[in-house]
């Protein structure tokens, strides 16, 4: 406005024709804050009165059209000096009165500002005298000063010199604007946040794992995602914004995922959901078999969230995680755990009369199977033997497997005990039949403990308990049985826990002792060596044999130090005997799997001062089951300081020709089972006679055990055996009287002799 007042101001006086009259019309129609009333009056008195009066009233309406002006103005001479200004150019640059009179020269009003510090420096170019505008100059310029202020000036040149300048304090318009572009900027990152965050939304809301859709509160759809979409089956561009809960369901009934209801019914139910503006959490399960978990949330307003979830596969995963947890994961059959809730309830029916049995099974010679084929053949052989089991029993009883090669059978509804031993029986036979795994026909046995409810145990831990006494005692018998709980099979395991005691306050009481059998060499009857045997002359039961306590020691672990006092004690003594007198000592499969034995045997030679080369090591064949490779290693170990090592009870277990292939033995030595019979038993005269020609064939010694008659020592003597032992010759005797017969330099034994009473 103030721009156009300039401009309108100098182009009347370009025209001549600029004098009061003309100003104050100028003034007057350029701002609304002008008096209109005076003006009015103004008008009257120049048609009416006389030039003075009109000059005097114009002169009035002038100066209070310049006093209400919101613009300040000044008007310059040709000579910069001041014409007029009103008051608002004296408050806009705070000029004192005595500055803003006619005459004042342009320079004085700069200097003034100067002194005020109003300019942070140098003024600018307008306001340097040498620089004024001239009379085709227009300038029109927005200057800031030091203390915040900013005004906008108009300036106009005049044809006959001089300058009008309009002045207009636009701080807070400039402030008002900045603020607006300050807020216009903030709305348009504000807007691009707002873009950026709608695509990351939409993005997210697209490749969410759930289906996801919001409704508004009178069930109008607001948006879904692409996921619910797919979940449903649902043809694309199907849905959009605004359709009903009704008609949502209808689609996805119609493409054919949907739960086991009425559309009505189901919409029924989800209208409830909402309506009740309750977080819920519901499983449905759809008629294609999928599983979806729908999370309702409601809205303030009314509406409300849900996501859809297919938990199929998460179903499905604890469903198995379920089964896993009762069920042995090889086998399939129930576990311990199922065995034992199965048992509880079959146990609340025996208050009714009922009788229930459980049959504890140990399957025979599984570890060798293990061992010699394979944990692979072993896992197989357990699966056919599962399926044996659940063919040989009824449908309301329970095959379980509860661990290793351990089986226990829940039979219910029983008349009488007879009823358990036809099952026995029924699975001892199926059991036994030949299996055919992997081009390996493989044979084995189990053993059966029987416990019957209610009369052997009232609770499922009992009953397990007292049929795995049973079973025990089926071992004892020569396994491939069965037996039943009897109380004093309880009586013989307390006397076993006691006997277990008093082995390992056997070590430290020094009760042990070692008797020696002679092993004689054919056909000259010379004792080449000495097998030493332990006893334990017990306090209260007196003399102890072996068979006794040895398993016990294998099965508590105390066979370790037992076994490593054997072997010092009777190499100690056995440095007093003939060079050409050997001491033969049994090793536990136990002992070979404790790393320290190469140690421990020769820490025995070199305290004993025993030769290495009269000492030899009995093993079993079951040595060579477990770890076949570190074990032949320790052979060579002890072989190489020249210690020799024997088999023995060759031919009993699952003998392997591979093992006579891989390591060159210095003895054989075939089972007393074979030598019994071998007089008798054309089978047992073969297995010997084969086993003394691979024997003398690589140049290995062969010994006979449990020789006892002079027939069998013929019989051994022609099938090629060149060592016996047995009670023929001599039994085990003590320290004291072998020494009496190793006296007997070249002492011989000889057809008739028996014992230690006759020799040649």
Same mark, same amino acid.
């Given at each position: 406005m103030?721009?156009l007042?300039?401009?309108?101001?100098?182009?009347?006086a370009?025209?001549?024709?600029?004098?009061?009259?003309?100003?104050?019309e100028l003034v007057?129609?350029?701002? +609304?804050?002008?008096?209109?009333?005076?003006?009015?009056?103004?008008?009257?008195?120049?048609?009416?009165?006389?030039?003075?009066?009109?000059?005097?009233?114009?002169?009035?309406?002038?100066?209070?059209?310049?006093?209400?002006?919101?613009?300040?103005?000044?008007?310059?001479?040709? @000579?910069?000096?001041?014409?007029?200004?009103?008051?608002?150019?004296?408050?806009?640059?705070?000029? %004192?009165p005595?500055?803003?009179?006619?005459?004042?020269?342009?320079?004085?009003?700069?200097?003034?500002?100067?002194?005020?510090?109003?300019?942070?420096?140098?003024p600018?170019?307008?306001?340097?005298?040498?620089?004024?505008?001239?009379?085709f100059?227009?300038?029109?310029?927005?200057?800031?000063?030091?203390?915040?202020?900013?005004?906008?000036?108009?300036?106009?040149? #005049?044809?006959?010199?001089?300058?009008?300048?309009?002045?207009e304090?636009?701080?807070?318009?400039?402030?008002?604007h900045? !603020?607006?572009?300050?807020?216009?900027?903030?709305?348009?990152?504000?807007?691009?946040?707002?873009?950026?965050?709608?695509?990351?939304?939409?993005?997210?809301?697209?490749?969410?794992?759930?289906?996801?859709?919001?409704?508004?509160?009178?069930?109008?759809?607001?948006?879904?995602?692409?996921?619910?979409?797919?979940?449903?089956n649902? %043809?694309?561009?199907?849905?959009?914004p605004?359709m009903?809960?009704?008609e949502?369901?209808?689609?996805?009934?119609?493409a054919g995922?949907?739960?086991?209801?009425?559309?009505? +019914?189901?919409?029924?139910?989800?209208?409830?959901?909402g309506?009740?503006?309750l977080?819920?959490?519901?499983?449905?399960?759809?008629?294609?078999?999928?599983?979806?978990?729908i999370? /309702?949330? %409601?809205?303030?307003?009314?509406?409300?969230v849900?996501?859809?979830?297919?938990?199929?596969?998460?179903r499905?995963?604890?469903?198995?995680?379920?089964?896993?947890? /009762?069920?042995?994961?090889?086998?399939?059959?129930?576990?311990?755990?199922?065995?034992?809730?199965?048992?509880?309830?079959a146990?609340?029916?025996?208050?009714?009369?009922?009788?229930?049995?459980?049959?504890?099974?140990?399957? +025979?010679?599984?570890?060798?199977?293990?061992?010699?084929?394979?944990?692979?053949?072993?896992?197989?052989?357990?699966?056919?033997?599962?399926?044996?089991?659940? /063919?040989?029993?009824?449908?309301?009883?329970?095959?379980?497997?509860?661990?290793?090669?351990?089986?226990?059978?829940? !039979?219910?509804?029983?008349?009488?005990?007879?009823?358990?031993?036809?099952?026995?029986?029924?699975?001892?036979?199926?059991?036994?039949?030949?299996? @055919?795994?992997?081009?390996?026909?493989?044979?084995?046995?189990?053993s059966?403990?029987?416990?019957?409810?209610?009369?052997?145990?009232?609770?499922?831990?009992?009953?397990?308990?007292?049929?795995?006494?049973?079973?025990?005692?089926?071992k004892?018998?020569g396994?491939?049985?069965?037996?039943?709980?009897?109380?004093?099979?309880?009586?013989?395991?307390?006397?076993?826990?006691?006997?277990?005691?008093?082995?390992?306050h056997?070590?430290?009481?020094r009760?042990?002792?070692?008797?020696?059998?002679?092993?004689?060499? #054919?056909?000259?009857?010379?004792?080449?060596?000495c097998?030493?045997?332990?006893?334990?002359?017990h306090?209260?039961?007196?003399?102890?044999?072996?068979?006794?306590?040895?398993?016990?020691? @294998?099965?508590?672990? =105390?066979?370790?130090?037992?076994?490593?006092?054997?072997?010092?004690?009777?190499?100690?003594?056995?440095?007093?005997?003939?060079?050409?007198?050997?001491?033969?000592?049994n090793?536990?499969p136990?002992?070979?799997?404790?790393?320290?034995?190469?140690? #421990?045997?020769?820490?025995?030679?070199?305290?004993?001062?025993?030769? %290495?080369?009269q000492?030899q090591? @009995?093993?079993?064949?079951?040595?060579?089951?477990?770890?076949?490779?570190?074990? =032949?290693?320790?052979?060579?170990?002890?072989?190489?300081?020249?210690?020799c090592?024997?088999?023995?009870?060759?031919?009993a277990?699952?003998?392997?020709?591979?093992?006579?292939?891989?390591?060159?033995?210095?003895?054989?030595?075939?089972?007393?089972?074979f030598?019994?019979?071998?007089?008798?038993?054309?089978?047992?005269?073969?297995?010997?006679?084969?086993i003394?020609?691979?024997?003398?064939?690589?140049?290995?010694?062969?010994?006979?055990?449990g020789?006892?008659?002079?027939?069998?020592w013929?019989?051994?003597?022609?099938?090629?055996?060149?060592?016996?032992?047995?009670?023929?010759?001599?039994?085990?005797?003590?320290?004291?009287?072998?020494?009496?017969?190793?006296?007997?330099?070249?002492?011989?034994?000889?057809?008739?002799?028996?014992g230690?009473?006759?020799?040649?």
């Amino acid at each position: 406005m103030h721009k156009l007042l300039a401009r309108q101001i100098a182009d009347a006086a370009q025209g001549g024709a600029l004098d009061i009259t003309r100003l104050t019309e100028l003034v007057s129609n350029s701002y +609304d804050e002008f008096d209109q009333e005076s003006v009015r009056r103004a008008r009257e008195i120049v048609a009416s009165g006389t030039a003075t009066e009109k000059l005097a009233e114009q002169n009035r309406i002038l100066d209070a059209a310049l006093a209400h002006m919101v613009q300040g103005v000044a008007i310059f001479d040709a @000579e910069q000096r001041l014409v007029m200004s009103n008051k608002r150019y004296a408050e806009i640059y705070g000029f %004192p009165p005595h500055l803003l009179v006619p005459g004042t020269n342009w320079p004085e009003l700069v200097a003034f500002l100067l002194t005020q510090n109003r300019y942070a420096g140098e003024p600018p170019e307008e306001f340097h005298p040498d620089s004024l505008p001239n009379a085709f100059r227009v300038s029109d310029t927005v200057h800031r000063f030091s203390d915040g202020q900013i005004v906008a000036i108009a300036r106009r040149a #005049m044809p006959y010199g001089g300058w009008v300048t309009t002045h207009e304090d636009v701080t807070d318009r400039e402030q008002l604007h900045a !603020q607006l572009r300050e807020q216009h900027e903030l709305v348009k990152a504000q807007e691009a946040e707002l873009r950026l965050r709608n695509v990351q939304f939409d993005i997210a809301l697209n490749n969410m794992t759930e289906g996801f859709c919001f409704f508004d509160k009178y069930e109008r759809l607001i948006i879904c995602n692409n996921r619910f979409v797919e979940m449903y089956n649902i %043809p694309a561009g199907s849905i959009r914004p605004g359709m009903t809960l009704r008609e949502i369901v209808d689609l996805r009934y119609a493409a054919g995922v949907c739960p086991a209801l009425t559309s009505e +019914d189901y919409y029924i139910a989800r209208h409830r959901v909402g309506a009740a503006q309750l977080p819920s959490d519901t499983e449905v399960e759809m008629s294609n078999g999928k599983v979806f978990e729908i999370h /309702h949330r %409601p809205m303030p307003d009314g509406g409300w969230v849900a996501t859809h979830e297919d938990i199929t596969q998460r179903r499905r995963v604890e469903a198995k995680i379920a089964h896993l947890a /009762h069920h042995d994961a090889l086998t399939n059959l129930p576990n311990r755990v199922r065995l034992m809730d199965r048992l509880e309830g079959a146990l609340q029916r025996t208050s009714d009369g009922e009788m229930i049995a459980v049959h504890l099974l140990d399957l +025979d010679h599984f570890k060798n199977v293990n061992d010699t084929l394979g944990h692979p053949i072993g896992d197989e052989l357990l699966k056919i033997v599962a399926n044996r089991l659940k /063919h040989a029993v009824r449908d309301i009883d329970t095959v379980s497997r509860t661990g290793g090669d351990e089986f226990v059978i829940i !039979q219910t509804a029983l008349t009488d005990c007879s009823d358990a031993a036809l099952l026995a029986e029924r699975v001892i036979s199926a059991i036994s039949a030949p299996y @055919e795994i992997a081009g390996h026909q493989i044979i084995i046995g189990t053993s059966v403990g029987i416990a019957v409810a209610p009369a052997d145990g009232e609770t499922g831990d009992e009953l397990i308990q007292n049929a795995d006494l049973a079973l025990y005692r089926s071992k004892g018998d020569g396994r491939n049985t069965y037996s039943f709980f009897a109380r004093e099979l309880r009586t013989a395991l307390q006397l076993r826990s006691v006997l277990e005691a008093d082995l390992r306050h056997a070590l430290v009481a020094r009760e042990f002792e070692l008797h020696y059998q002679p092993i004689v060499q #054919m056909p000259s009857g010379k004792i080449t060596s000495c097998e030493a045997l332990v006893r334990w002359r017990h306090p209260q039961r007196g003399m102890l044999a072996p068979d006794s306590f040895i398993p016990l020691a @294998e099965e508590s672990g =105390l066979i370790l130090p037992l076994g490593e006092w054997v072997v010092r004690e009777a190499c100690k003594f056995a440095a007093s005997w003939p060079d050409s007198v050997k001491l033969s000592v049994n090793l536990s499969p136990n002992q070979f799997r404790n790393s320290d034995l190469c140690e #421990m045997v020769v820490a025995a030679l070199a305290a004993s001062g025993l030769s %290495p080369e009269q000492l030899q090591l @009995e093993i079993t064949e079951t040595v060579l089951l477990t770890n076949n490779e570190a074990t =032949l290693a320790t052979f060579n170990r002890l072989q190489s300081i020249g210690v020799c090592i024997a088999i023995d009870d060759f031919g009993a277990g699952y003998s392997s020709l591979s093992y006579l292939q891989k390591f060159r033995f210095d003895n054989i030595k075939i089972d007393r089972s074979f030598v019994k019979d071998v007089t008798h038993s054309a089978a047992s005269r073969s297995i010997v006679r084969a086993i003394a020609a691979i024997a003398n064939g690589l140049g290995i010694v062969c010994t006979a055990e449990g020789v006892e008659t002079d027939e069998q020592w013929c019989t051994l003597v022609e099938e090629g055996c060149s060592e016996m032992q047995g009670y023929l010759f001599s039994p085990a005797v003590s320290a004291a009287q072998i020494l009496k017969l190793l006296r007997y330099d070249g002492a011989q034994w000889t057809r008739g002799a028996r014992g230690t009473d006759r020799r040649a």
